[in-house]
C-alpha cells in the first residue's frame, strides 16, 4: 500500500521539477531562479569593462575631400560666392555657391553625418565661432545639397566679413573722376 500512495508523488516532484526548468529556460540572461523555495531571486550581472579596450578617432580628412556648398542667406549680392572662394583658396571642393530658401540672422555650418569635424575645421577657417557648427536640419535651406559634406549658409555677420573691400573702385584719368561698382548675382 505505500508503494500505492509512493508512486503519485513521485510523479508530483516529476511535474513540479519539469516546471521550475521550463521557468528557469525562458528567464532573461543574467537572471536566477532559485529552485529551492517558492520566492525567485532576480540577479542582474553588469557586461565587464574591459580596460585595455581604447577609442581611436579617423585623422580629418584632408580639404580636397569636403565637398562644401555656400548658400547665401542675405541680400547681400555675390557673399556666398565670395565665402566659396575663400574656402576654394583654402583647398576645399567647393560646389557652385547657391541661395537660402529664405534669409537668416546669422551664420552656420551644417554638417552631414560623420562630418562634424571636418564642418569646424570649415568655421575656423572663416572666422566663424564652433557655436556655428550644427548638424544638417531637415529639411535644409537649400533647394539642392548638391551631395555636399558641410553646408555653409552665410548669414549677415560672414556676408560683412566677405564683402569688405571689394565693391568700389575709383580711378582718375585726366581731372576727372570715375567710380565703377562691380554688381553680381545674389549668390
Not at 40 to 46: F, G, L, N, P
Amino acid at each position: 500500500m505505500a508503494l500505492g500512495r509512493g508512486i503519485p508523488l513521485v510523479a508530483l516532484a516529476f511535474l513540479i521539477g519539469i516546471a521550475l526548468l521550463n521557468r528557469v529556460d525562458t528567464a532573461e540572461p543574467g537572471n536566477v531562479v532559485d529552485a529551492g523555495s517558492n520566492d525567485t531571486t532576480s540577479t542582474t550581472t553588469a557586461p565587464a569593462v574591459d580596460p585595455e579596450v581604447t577609442t581611436t578617432t579617423a585623422p580629418l580628412r584632408a580639404p580636397r575631400d569636403v565637398r562644401v556648398l555656400s548658400a547665401n542667406g542675405t541680400d547681400v549680392r555675390g557673399a556666398a560666392g565670395r565665402v566659396k572662394d575663400r574656402l576654394m583658396a583654402a583647398g576645399y571642393n567647393t560646389l557652385a555657391a547657391t541661395d537660402t530658401k529664405s534669409n537668416v540672422t546669422e551664420s552656420s555650418v551644417y554638417f552631414a553625418a560623420g562630418y562634424d569635424r571636418e564642418a569646424a575645421k570649415v568655421a575656423e577657417t572663416l572666422g566663424l565661432a564652433p557655436t556655428t557648427v550644427k548638424p544638417m536640419p531637415t529639411p535644409v535651406p537649400v533647394a539642392d545639397l548638391k551631395a555636399a559634406n558641410v553646408l555653409v549658409v552665410v548669414g549677415p555677420d560672414l556676408a560683412q566679413a566677405s564683402s569688405s573691400g571689394s565693391t568700389t573702385t575709383t580711378a582718375r584719368s585726366g581731372g576727372a573722376t570715375s567710380s565703377t561698382t562691380s554688381t553680381t548675382a545674389r549668390r
